[in-house]
């Protein structure tokens, strides 16, 4: 099989290159195959994760099946409802892959499909594999039920400990012990990270003791300047000889970025930091383009850039099958100018900065962080969502 663009990869990076490029293909009609390969069957809004592993309802609201926005001319997947409910005619020549790329040259990728494995030659290739993190942030469900079940299993585990471990003070750390001590006032919720202050993102030295005062008057549990050593039964053992009781300890501090499947041809574009170095049009090779939080960024990685690098990539990826020269970002890649942060802190306080100007609850975010910005970024990407 050959397709003329593959997108590797279906989150905020991989679904906004595909629906860039599906817009300008519906209007110049050009024969060109594009095909997408993703696992899940459906756009999960991690954003939204330190909630939906806290409230089953919400969890559902911030998983879009792929059915109901997309439709593709051909579907490979090893799951017959899913071939049934995706394929329909598009105009075009759309396909989708449910599986994993396993291995990629610049001109070739194989792929796991269930047990079967396939390969397909390209022309051009989108790669938009992200990042991976630790349980629970990074549901492995590839479905809409499987994902739900995943989250009662978390929400189970949450429920029988009385003590509950967040290792890491990092956006993610901060945001789910927030949410953890909203829903379970009467727990403990320990934050442990091991410097002075956090978040360890760049922002400033306001921002990072407002969270700390967010997080105190929450009662959230925040232990600065430790490092955890040892994790046993019922307790952890810091660095220093320091037991504390742990129920449940839930590292949110590491994440790899899923590159495992480059071959030897993309050695040399890896930085020490695993992340894929680009050109400022995107691209390692010419027709190899690298985007969202796979992609070095000299900046705090966001669904943001994500979709932002996606359609320069798509335009880029479009403009080279049409000769025409290749566009930059505006905001040079290497010298990002402004840092903007945004996070829940304790009791739902929402803390916003972007070029050191600090907003505690600006009204705008409020308002979107009721679905944790899924009707923000959702445009973007295709989906159409109803305000909550
Ligand atoms: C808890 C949490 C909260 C966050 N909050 C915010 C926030 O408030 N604002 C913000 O802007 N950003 C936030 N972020 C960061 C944001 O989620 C990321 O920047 C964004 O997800 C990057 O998108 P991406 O498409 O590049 O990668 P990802 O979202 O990581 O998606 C990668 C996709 O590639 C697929 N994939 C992986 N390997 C393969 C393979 N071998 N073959 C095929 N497909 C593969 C995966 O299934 C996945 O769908 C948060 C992140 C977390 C974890």
Not at 9 to 24: F, N, P
Not at 64 to 77: A, N
Not at 264 to 279: G, L, M, R
Request: charged letters at 20%; aromatic letters at 8%.
């Amino acid at each position: 099989m050959k397709s003329n663009i593959l997108i590797v990869g279906g989150s905020y990076a991989g679904l906004a290159a595909l629906h860039s490029i599906k817009q300008t293909l519906l209007k110049t009609k050009s024969p060109i195959s594009v095909t997408l390969i993703e696992p899940k069957s459906g756009f999960l809004n991690i954003l939204g994760i330190p909630r939906c592993i806290i409230d089953r309802k919400f969890a559902a609201e911030q998983y879009i099946p792929f059915k109901e926005f997309l439709k593709f001319d051909t579907v490979i997947s090893d799951d017959e409802t899913t071939k049934k409910e995706l394929t329909g005619s598009t105009g075009l020549d759309l396909r989708y892959i449910q599986g994993k790329v396993i291995s990629l040259t610049p001109t070739n990728a194989a792929y796991k499909v269930g047990n079967t494995e396939g390969g397909m030659d390209f022309d051009y290739v989108i790669l938009a594999t992200g990042r991976d993190r630790n349980w629970p942030i990074s549901p492995e469900a590839v479905s809409f039920e499987s994902y739900l079940k995943e989250i009662d299993a978390v929400l189970d585990k949450f429920k029988e400990s009385d003590t509950i471990s967040l290792i890491g003070g990092g956006a993610v750390g901060i945001e789910i012990s927030s949410e953890l001590k909203t829903t379970f006032p009467d727990k403990t919720i320990n934050l442990i990270h091991p410097h002075g202050s956090l978040p360890p993102e760049p922002v400033s030295d306001k921002f990072k003791s407002e969270v700390l005062q967010s997080l105190k008057n929450a009662k959230v549990n925040v232990l600065l300047n430790t490092r955890v050593q040892d994790e046993q039964k019922g307790k952890i053992t810091t660095t220093v000889g320091d037991e504390i009781e742990s129920d449940l300890n839930i590292w949110t501090n590491s994440h790899s970025n899923n590159l495992a499947y480059l071959s030897d041809d993309f050695e040399k574009f890896i930085t020490s930091k695993n992340d894929i170095k680009t050109n400022g049009y995107l691209q390692t090779f010419p027709n190899v383009f690298v985007v969202g939080d796979l992609m070095e960024l000299l900046t705090i990685k966001s669904a943001g850039w994500a979709i932002h690098t996606s359609i320069q990539a798509a335009t880029n990826v479009l403009n080279s099958i049409n000769g025409e020269p290749l566009i930059e970002s505006k905001v040079p890649f290497d010298n990002i100018p402004a840092h903007k942060l945004t996070l829940v802190g304790g009791d739902d306080t929402i803390i916003h900065e972007l070029n050191n100007i600090l907003e505690i609850n600006p009204p705008k975010l409020v308002e979107e962080y009721k679905t944790y910005r899924l009707s923000t970024t959702a445009p973007f990407l295709g989906i159409t969502v109803n305000s909550p």
